[in-house]
């Protein structure tokens, strides 16, 4: 039943290839390696920078800097991915999984200032990620998460693959959530996380949509494809 909701939650937003894929317990995980690492990385980022700020909830995009960076680490995955797909090259799910964090870490930083601008009713005037100290901190814990995740999840069997399911729910949430919190009921009310209880009751709702018809989406593809080819 786990292993059934996880390739269905994973279906239409991945392919899914079992040699491209993180195993746990047995189970597949809903994506693969390089979705893997997004998925983690945009939440890691998000917490992090929110720590690195003192939770300030810094509402303005980040410096040159740090553009440099985002644009560099989101470089990097396209390069393995672009590579590949080209039949350039041959990867490994290890550098799909940093290459996957890289690009995470990156969204994170982006979505970052988008979600305080919306969701809070009180945002600091402030860049994301704006000091060296706190962009070198973000970069550095790029491997270390690449560490946990690589070597220390697999330890939880099933937990695993359901934890990446948590991630890909918890991602897709934090970027609906910018959009539920565009409605007037719900921009810039909160100032504790459970006061926007409604809009994330929304955001989860779109999360959950958007999954069932990604699906939907892909089945009806792979059918035409089948009948075409047929």
Known sequence: MIASFLHWMGYGLCHQMPDRSFFGGGVQAPVCARDTGIYF??????????????????????????????????????????????????????????????????????????????????AARERVLDTAEKLIVWLVAVPISY???????????????????????????????????M?????????????AWGAIIVAVGLTFLEIWLSGLLKGALLALAARAGG
């Open 183 to 195: 409605l007037p009921p719900f921009e810039r009310k909160a100032d504790k996380l459970w006061q």
């Open 147 to 181: 560490a946990v995740i690589y070597w220390g999840l697999p330890f939880l069997g099933v937990g695993f693959p359901i934890l990446i399911g948590v991630a890909i729910v918890g991602t897709l949430t934090a970027v609906n959530l910018i959009i539920a919190c």
């Open 41 to 122: 990385g945009v939440l890691i980022s998000i917490a992090l920078i929110s720590v690195l700020h003192r939770g300030r909830r810094p509402r303005e995009f980040p410096p040159t800097m740090t553009w440099i960076a985002i644009t560099l680490m989101i470089g990097a995955m396209a390069l393995d991915g672009g590579t590949e797909y080209a039949g350039l090259r041959t990867t490994t799910n290890e550098l799909r999984l940093i290459t996957g964090l890289l690009a995470g870490f990156a969204i994170g930083a982006i979505i970052t200032p988008m979600l305080n601008d919306e969701l809070w009713r009180r």
